[in-house]
């Protein structure tokens, strides 16, 4: 497989850092939500902001949501199948010194993409449902929990959640999964497997469940992925993004593999570096978007590459 980068744009940069990109596309609309803050983890609480776009050139503002007291983070854009919206968001409560004590899942509604309903928390207090995917009418997806940030002697927890009708989610299995993992994407690759790709403080493991998804099967990928996002192409190929470590470990870039054999393949880097990764992919006709984030040029903000793949 190759992937041949064919253009990439800088489509926001508003707030002093804008990161964690997520597309869908919405009728004849294009959707992006990200967070806005004053960095990456400090500062004043983050936001969400939903952009629109008609040709994924010039984008625009549609809403701006807030939750007093909540440091709104990695939001991610999803179409329900009642035909409404779902924005779901981590939400960090901090300390007096600005420490995460607790991350915890948030989801609002829409049924016009600009007028969202107030925040709804989900899951249990601390449970962060970091992304969900949808599959015959179910949502499905991973949470991680810490008990202490900062205590490393003490594992962190990964559970499969499931909802009927994305609003009560129950958690369907403790997933076994070692070395404080974290961020997970999913998708559903026919005609019954869910996937997952879990960021780990080592290198990143790839799963596999058959429904009803309660058993799976790892393989660990070799390389260390941040902000991860797995994509089934048409074909049934797997790809996947995310921050890759080069240069001896000590240069980021925001990079897409194509897995094969429970290995990751390079395809391609992005223009990147810094503070970046957290890629969002969507197949547009005959080519692949890619919304991400990086801090290489003029600040931290949200790009938008087209790709082709043979």
Excluded at 5 to 33: D, M, Q, T
Excluded at 128 to 134: A, G, K, R, Y
Excluded at 177 to 197: D, F, N, R, W
Excluded at 215 to 242: N, T, V
Aim: aromatic share 10%.
């Amino acid at each position: 497989m190759k992937a041949t980068l064919l253009s990439v744009e800088r489509i926001w940069n508003a707030a002093p850092h804008n990161a964690f990109p997520s597309l869908l596309k919405y009728g004849e609309l294009w959707l992006c939500a990200l967070r806005e803050g004053d960095a990456h983890a400090a500062g004043s609480d983050g936001t969400v902001r939903v952009l629109y776009s008609k040709d994924t050139k010039s984008w625009k503002s549609l809403a701006h949501l807030h939750l007093e007291g909540v440091d709104l983070r990695d939001p991610k854009i999803s179409h329900m199948p009642d035909g409404r919206l779902m924005l779901l968001a981590g939400g960090g409560l901090r300390d007096a010194s600005a420490t995460y004590t607790r991350l915890d899942s948030y989801i609002a509604y829409s049924s016009d993409a600009s007028t969202w309903s107030d925040w709804k928390q989900v899951c249990k207090p601390g449970q962060w449902l970091w992304e969900i995917t949808w599959c015959k009418g179910h949502a499905y997806g991973m949470s991680y929990r810490f008990t202490d940030i900062l205590d490393r002697s003490k594992e962190w927890e990964l559970a499969l959640h499931s909802s009927a009708d994305g609003e009560n989610f129950v958690e369907k299995t403790q997933l076994n999964v070692p070395e404080y993992p974290s961020e997970a994407s999913l998708v559903y690759q026919k005609p019954s497997t869910l996937c997952a790709l879990v960021r780990r403080e080592t290198s990143a493991w790839l799963g596999r469940s058959k429904a009803p998804y309660r058993e799976w099967i790892w393989a660990d990928l070799g390389q260390h992925i941040g902000g991860p996002h797995l994509m089934c192409l048409p074909d049934g190929r797997l790809l996947a993004a995310g921050r890759q470590l080069v240069g001896g470990g000590e240069i980021p870039k925001t990079a897409l593999f194509l897995i094969e054999d429970n290995s990751l393949t390079p395809l391609l880097s992005l223009p990147s570096g810094g503070d970046t990764s957290y890629p969002s992919l969507m197949w547009d006709k005959n080519s692949l978007l890619m919304a991400y984030y990086s801090s290489h040029n003029e600040g931290t903000a949200i790009y938008l590459a087209r790709i082709t793949i043979d």
